[in-house]
């Protein structure tokens, strides 16, 4: 079972599972949410933690009606595998 959390303190999201915990790093500007830096650890690679991390993430922007710019590799390669994850987008 995976417990996922926005850890305002830290402005990262966390995602933790039996073999570690994935992040995703944020900074809040102008009223958007950039993903900076999606991480998974190794022993977790492969898993599909790293996809779970970023549709919860999606899941709270939608809850909080918040918008999303994804900058780093993974996050943009998940919003374009994810059309319907569109609407969250800044």
Excluded at 20 to 28: N, P, V
Excluded at 51 to 58: D, Q, R, T
């Amino acid at each position: 079972m995976s417990l996922f959390r926005d850890n305002a303190a830290l402005q990262r999201y966390e995602l933790d599972a039996p073999e570690g915990q994935s992040i995703a790093e944020y900074r809040d500007v102008a009223g958007v949410r950039a993903i900076l830096h999606v991480e998974t650890p190794d022993t977790a690679r492969g898993r599909g933690y790293a996809s779970k991390l970023m549709a919860a993430i999606v899941e709270d922007a939608r809850a909080n009606g918040r918008t999303l710019r994804p900058s780093c590799s993974f996050a943009v390669a998940y919003f374009r595998r994810h059309a319907d994850a569109g609407d969250v987008l800044a």
